[in-house]
């Protein structure tokens, strides 16, 4: 998945995400404009493994192999969405959740 993730229908946008998580975060005031977008590439990619590791942990055995197949085939983005969103009916509600988790790991 990318930056951006389709939410039943919604897009959720990591790097507003990101963006928000930075401005919530006093430490990073005054910083330089390039470190502080290393930063937040930084904790992009760290977002990003979480939800996917959310994402496919919640597969069942069949859907592992389907989606091992789909990533062999190259799937495109809306592809491998729709494919997670119909096998993990419950993904919006488990993203947001590991959302909130890193959001309280990383603020406190």
Known sequence: MNDKTKNAGESLDLKAFVDKLISEKKDYE???P??????????????????NV?????????????FNK???????????QNFFLKNI????QLIA????????TYLS
């Open 54 to 66: 959310v994402m496919i942990t919640n597969l069942s055995e069949d859907a592992i192999d389907e």
């Open 34 to 51: 390039g470190v502080l977008d290393q930063i937040k590439s930084d904790i992009l990619k760290r977002v990003e493994e979480r939800v």
């Open 97 to 104: 959740s590991e959302l909130l988790v890193f959001r309280d």
């Open 70 to 80: 789909m990533s062999e085939a190259n799937a495109t983005d809306d592809e491998m």
């Open 30 to 32: 005054g910083l330089e």
């Open 89 to 92: 009916p419950d993904l919006p």
